[in-house]
Structure formats: C-alpha cells, structure tokens
Antibody
Framework: QVQLQESGPGLVKPSQTLSLTCTVS??????????WSWIRQPAGKGLEWIGR???????NNNPSLKSRVVISVDTSKNQFSLKLYSVTAADTAVYYC??????????WGQGTMVTVSS | QSVLTQPPSASGTPGQRVTISCSGS????????VYWYQQLPGTAPKLLIY???QRPSGVPDRFSGSKSGTSASLAISGLRSEDEADYYC???????????FGGGTKLTVL
C-alpha cells in the first residue's frame, strides 16, 4: 500500500528556508486524481493545512502563509517537496505530508519535527 | 482562531455515546464535504469519516458522522478507553481555495 515518509533538517535558523521532502512508496505519485499536501501542527496545538499540489501542476496554498510557500513535485523520484521561506519561531511544528483532494487525507506520513531557532 | 469551530473538550464514560460538533459557514461546510480525523498521542491523524458520513474500511461502526447546513457532528457510541484522543473536523473552503480544520476536540474517557 502507499506510504509517505518526510525527510529534512530538524533545525532551521530564523529568516532561512525550511525545506522538506516527502517520498511516496508503494505506488506512483502520478496515479489517480490525488493532490499531495503539507500540513503542520505546532506542539500542543491544532492542524494547519499549508498547501497542496497535483502532478499536473495545479497548486493551492494557505492564504495565511501568503507567498512564503512553494510546493513542488518530482515525478521521476516519486517525491514532493515543501519550501517555506523567511521562517520564524512561529513556524516551529511537526510537519506532515499527506495524500488527499479536498480534505480527505487518507494517507499521512509519520511527521517530522522542525524547530526554528538560532 | 480556526475557521471551523469545535469545542475544546468532551468527555464520557465507557459505553456512553458522545458527540462532537463542528461549526462552519456557507463557504466550507455549507457547500462541501466534511471529514473527521482521530489523532492519538504522538501519532499522525487518521481519517475517521469522509464525505460527511462515510467510514473508511477498518473504522468501527461506533463512529458516525452527520451534517446539516453549516454544521457537522461526529458521534461515538459505546465509548471505549482507546477512543481517548484528539478529534478534528476539516472541509474545503471555497472562499479561501484551501482546506480548513477545526481547532480540535480532546476527548477524555472517564
């Protein structure tokens, strides 16, 4: 069955760029009409959707993150990635990658903790 | 401040039935499907209900969802200790062109 695994640095300095990758295994990232999303959760707080991308290029991002977010897909590697620019301490969270379309996230990665600190 | 509003906490005793509400607006719940997630401590959320009231394979029928207008509810019957978790509702928001979540409800089994 399809599985997702996040990877990337666990510590990022303020004002720098947070970069994470989600590797899809057990199936092709290009199959079906799925979107691939990033979701985050600060410690002790709720879930926040960051954005999504389809392998055909369609993307949507959370307006609250404005233009700081870029999500991309690499079909040759069966991966999709997140870049979050100009991070602050408020971006410290567990970051999840997930498969879904309009909120129906049926497959999640295990999550990766990212701390923004100097 | 979450776009979807949930009570921060709920509780019940084993065997009881509990409901968790999720309130939204015409741009999200009022015009799109609602999804429910269960998050056990230290784990990723798990899809519990999709398309308002459908259960994925493997989810016990003790869990049920409903929607009316701009509100939705998750009901858990025959409450068990292992149901103690955080529960989140989610929906697509047409105005924001994105997914919105509720703030989450912490369910305690007394």
């Amino acid at each position: 069955q399809v599985q997702l695994q996040e990877s990337g640095p666990g510590l990022v300095k303020p004002s720098q760029t947070l970069s994470l990758t989600c590797t899809v295994s057990g199936g092709s990232i290009s199959s079906g009409s799925y979107y691939w999303s990033w979701i985050r959760q600060p410690a002790g707080k709720g879930l926040e959707w960051i954005g999504r991308m389809h392998t055909r290029g369609s993307t949507n991002n959370n307006p609250s993150l404005k233009s700081r977010v870029v999500i991309s897909v690499d079909t040759s590697k069966n991966q999709f990635s997140l870049k979050l620019y100009s991070v602050t301490a408020a971006d410290t969270a567990v970051y999840y990658c997930a498969r879904g379309v309009t909120g129906d996230f049926d497959i999640w990665g295990q999550g990766t903790m990212v701390t923004v600190s100097s | 401040q979450s776009v979807l509003t949930q009570p921060p906490s709920a509780s019940g005793t084993p065997g009881q039935r509990v409901t968790i509400s999720c309130s939204g607006s015409s741009s999200n719940i009022g015009s799109n499907s609602v999804y429910w997630y269960q998050q056990l401590p230290g784990t990723a959320p798990k899809l519990l209900i999709y398309r308002n009231n459908q259960r994925p394979s493997g989810v016990p029928d003790r869990f049920s969802g409903s929607k009316s207008g701009t509100s939705a509810s998750l009901a858990i019957s025959g409450l068990r200790s292992e149901d103690e978790a955080d529960y989140y509702c989610a929906a697509w928001d047409d105005s924001l062109s994105g997914v919105v979540f509720g703030g989450g409800t912490k369910l305690t089994v007394l």
